[in-house]
């Protein structure tokens, strides 16, 4: 994910909170829907879906985090 932003990723899972919590819970939804997906019957239960949703909303939502630390660092 972002391998523009890996240094800066590495930097703030270790120096924020907020971001760490982000970036953990991103990483569990994609092995709770890997998890599913191999054991489902069907690939588009409405529980995956519903966690791709979540896992969508959280890496809009780290790559908002990327972007403002990195325009801050560039100013």
Same mark, same amino acid.
């Given at each position: 994910?972002?391998?523009?932003?890996? !240094?800066?990723?590495?930097?703030? @899972?270790?120096? *924020?909170? %907020?971001?760490?919590?982000?970036?953990?819970?991103?990483?569990?939804? *994609? !092995? *709770?829907?890997?998890? +599913? !997906?191999?054991?489902?019957?069907?690939?588009?239960?409405? &529980?995956? %879906? *519903? +966690? $791709? =949703?979540? $896992? =969508?909303?959280? @890496? &809009? !939502?780290?790559?908002?985090? +990327?972007? $403002?630390?990195? +325009?801050?660092?560039?100013?």
């Amino acid at each position: 994910m972002f391998p523009e932003y890996r !240094e800066l990723i590495s930097q703030l @899972k270790t120096s *924020d909170l %907020h971001f760490q919590k982000k970036f953990n819970k991103h990483n569990q939804l *994609d !092995e *709770d829907i890997k998890n +599913l !997906e191999q054991h489902s019957s069907s690939d588009y239960t409405t &529980e995956v %879906h *519903d +966690l $791709k =949703l979540q $896992k =969508l909303h959280l @890496k &809009e !939502e780290i790559y908002a985090i +990327l972007k $403002k630390h990195s +325009l801050s660092s560039v100013t």
